[in-house]
Every structure is written in structure tokens, then in C-alpha cells.
């Protein structure tokens, strides 16, 4: 396999929203009520949001493999939680064939890369408490739960946990 990491362009829209939607199909059909989950399932509405994100320069890697785009991730430099000189990593994402193949930790190399070049002493994200595989992830790469928690605005109130890593 031959994996390439690398900035979205806007012809990337597309892609990058098929793989939010089936990653999302994938890994939180069990978390987020199937009711309100197909809300965020739209195709459409999702290569719109990455578009204006493209056009705004918010940092989007589209991760490839064999040329087939696999995964992404989207970040930023500023947090909003006003954590001091500390990026967010909003997403990460990739199609299920893809998971546990080494595009996910291509991805999450190449964004700690760019927020430390930005400035960034530190790196957040947050996740569900009960996405046992995704916090393995993270822990495997270094992130530490902080001990913060907050409840997801799905009816089911989910609970999502504060990672942090010092880059």
C-alpha cells in the first residue's frame, strides 16, 4: 500500500465528505441515536462545509492510498477552549477498510508536524468516552486524558473526554 498525505484542494471537497459521512456510519452507529446520526450523514451538506473550510485555509490533509483518497484530518492552530499555544484537532477520519493499516498514524503525524511549526506547544481533541478503539488510538500516539469531560449535545448525552498531547 502506498499512502500519500497531503492539503485538500477544493476539487477534494467531495471526497473528504464521503469519507466523513461512512466513517461516521461506521463508528458511531452504536454511540449517537440512529434518528438524529442522519443528520450529519448528508453527502451534500458535508462537501459544502469542507468547500467554505478549504476556501477559509483551515488545515484539512486528505490522507490517500494506491491514489484512492482513505482518510483525513482537520485542525487548527487556535483552540476554542483557550488553552494556551495549544491546536485542535477536530477530526480524523477514515474509511473502514483503512483502519489499523498505518494511514490514521501517517495522518496524525503529519498534523502534530504542522502544529508544531505554527507554534503549537500542545494538541487537543476530544472523544466519546465509550469509542474504546479511538481513545487506544490516541493513547498509542501519546494524548493523555486530562480528566475533562462533557456531555455531546445528542439526546443520549453522550460523554466525550479532553485529550491532550505536549508536541
Request: proline share 2%; net charge negative.
Amino acid at each position: 500500500m502506498k499512502y500519500e498525505i497531503r492539503r485538500a484542494r477544493i476539487e477534494d471537497a467531495e471526497s473528504l465528505a464521503n469519507i466523513i459521512v461512512e466513517s461516521w456510519r461506521s463508528a458511531y452507529i452504536d454511540i449517537i441515536p440512529k434518528d438524529e446520526i442522519v443528520r450529519f450523514l448528508d453527502k451534500e451538506r458535508r462537501q459544502k462545509q469542507f468547500e467554505k473550510f478549504i476556501q477559509d485555509d483551515e488545515i484539512i490533509l486528505l490522507g490517500t492510498c494506491d491514489d484512492i483518497p482513505s482518510g483525513l484530518v482537520f485542525a487548527n492552530k487556535d483552540n476554542d477552549e483557550g488553552l494556551e499555544r495549544c491546536g485542535a484537532i477536530y477530526s480524523i477520519y477514515l474509511l473502514e477498510e483503512y483502519w489499523g493499516k498505518g494511514l490514521a498514524t501517517k495522518l496524525m503525524d503529519e498534523i502534530i508536524n504542522i502544529l508544531k511549526k505554527e507554534g503549537c506547544k500542545r494538541a487537543s481533541l476530544w472523544v466519546f468516552e465509550s469509542n474504546i478503539r479511538a481513545r487506544t488510538f490516541y493513547e498509542k500516539h501519546g494524548f493523555i486524558f486530562d480528566g475533562t469531560k462533557k456531555y455531546s449535545h445528542f439526546s443520549n448525552k453522550p460523554i466525550e473526554l479532553r485529550y491532550i498531547l505536549d508536541i
